[in-house]
Antibody, heavy 129, light 106 residues
Framework: EVQLVESGGGLVQPGGSLRLSCAAS????????MHWVRQAPGKGLVWVSR????????SYADFVKGRFTISRDNAKNTLFLQMNSLRAEDTAMYYC??????????????????????WGRGTTVTVSS | DIQMTQSPSSLSASLGDRVTITCRAS??????LNWYQQKPGKAPDLLIY???RLQSGVPSRFSGSGSGTDFTLTISSLQREDFATYYC????????FGGGTKVEIK
């Protein structure tokens, strides 16, 4: 069974740090780009960060840039999110997500359509004093 | 950044109704558009990718259409298990979500 299981969430004071982990199973983890998406209580989905399949390229939403670091250990099938300088507005459920792509050939060449097909159950991060 | 606007933000419908949700992009995104369903307390599930391609295992009453800036998700005959919140997401440039549409029971 394809599965993603997040851990590492909890209650932390403003300015503190947390390290989230996401254990992958049931698929070839090293073949996929992986992302983190968050959802504040009662709010919508927000993309946070992504990492390519071998960990060489990363990208971040502006509101976490310089504070969060995404990484992965393909030997251990695990994705990480190091979260520093946490703020109250970082309070949210954090989801680990697998992102494959569908490729389509047209007269203009190949197009690559990325989508989020496997989600973990999430881990809750609460930033409060 | 590309902004995604969904409408309506919520709707009430009855079992068997045909339901249409709209998503508009702030610029042309061709057909780089995905749809997700989220039930309370659960992670989202992928319904549609590349604007109109049905994810494996998703019932055929769900369909997606559109290209450019305007897209729709249609549920042809609303079932009890379809009451949920639906999100669009563009993948043309990074991955940004719409604000969501909550489908409630009338």
């Amino acid at each position: 069974e394809v599965q993603l299981v997040e851990s590492g969430g909890g209650l932390v004071q403003p300015g503190g740090s947390l390290r989230l982990s996401c254990a992958a199973s049931g698929f070839t983890f090293s073949s996929y780009w992986m992302h983190w998406v968050r959802q504040a209580p009662g709010k919508g989905l927000v993309w946070v960060s992504r990492i390519d399949s071998d960990g060489s390229r990363t990208s971040y939403a502006d509101f976490v840039k310089g504070r969060f670091t995404i990484s992965r250990d393909n030997a251990k099938n695990t994705l990480f999110l190091q979260m520093n300088s946490l703020r109250a507005e970082d309070t949210a459920m954090y989801y680990c997500v697998r992102v494959p792509y569908y490729s389509d050939r047209s007269a203009y060449g190949y197009s690559f359509y990325y989508y989020m097909d496997v989600w973990g159950r999430g881990t809750t991060v609460t930033v409060s004093s | 950044d590309i902004q995604m606007t969904q409408s309506p933000s919520s709707l009430s419908a009855s079992l068997g109704d045909r339901v249409t949700i709209t998503c508009r992009a702030s610029q042309n995104i061709n057909n780089y558009l995905n749809w997700y369903q989220q039930k309370p307390g659960k992670a989202p599930d992928l319904l549609i990718y590349a604007a109109s391609r049905l994810q494996s295992g998703v019932p055929s009453r769900f369909s997606g259409s559109g290209s450019g800036t305007d897209f729709t998700l249609t549920i042809s005959s609303l079932q009890r298990e379809d009451f949920a919140t639906y999100y669009c997401q563009q993948s043309y440039s990074a991955l940004t979500f719409g604000g969501g549409t909550k489908v409630e029971i009338k």
